[in-house]
């Protein structure tokens, strides 16, 4: 099993930047495939972000943040971080991260391991 605990979120105006962070503890951190979710009020979760076990330049984004977030994992320190910049009163939503072990994936439900989440909010 492995814990998370999400941190970084807070509230910042369009144009801003945020950078949140996840971390691990538990089994091996680099067993696990990581991803960031999000989800607004009255909606579903979606995919943001995921990253493979092992190498960062494995990674995939959800169309709506190509370009403007950045998924990053740092195996030595058990984290995973997400770098949102040019950010839009429609990211606002409670961000999660969450593991799972083989391949990343962009399925929320393929994923076993999840944080509590933290609040980004940001205002026009």
């Known amino acids: 099993q492995v814990l998370l605990v999400e941190s970084g979120g807070g509230l910042v105006q369009a144009g801003g930047s945020l950078r949140l962070s996840c971390a691990a503890s538990?089994?091996?951190?680099?067993?696990?495939?990581m991803g960031w979710f999000r989800q607004a009020p009255g909606k579903e979760r979606e995919f943001v972000a995921a990253?493979?076990?092992?190498?960062?330049?494995?990674?995939t984004y959800a169309d709506l943040v190509k370009g403007r977030f950045t998924i990053s994992r740092d195996n030595a320190k058990d984290a995973v971080y997400l770098q949102m910049n040019s950010l839009k009163p429609e990211d606002t939503a409670v961000y999660y991260c969450a593991a799972k072990e083989g391949a990343r994936s962009s399925l929320y439900r393929e994923y076993a391991y999840w944080g509590q989440g933290t609040q980004v909010t940001v205002s026009s």
């Open positions: 990253i493979s076990r092992l190498w960062s330049g494995d990674s």
């Open positions: 538990g089994r091996t951190f680099s067993r696990y495939a």
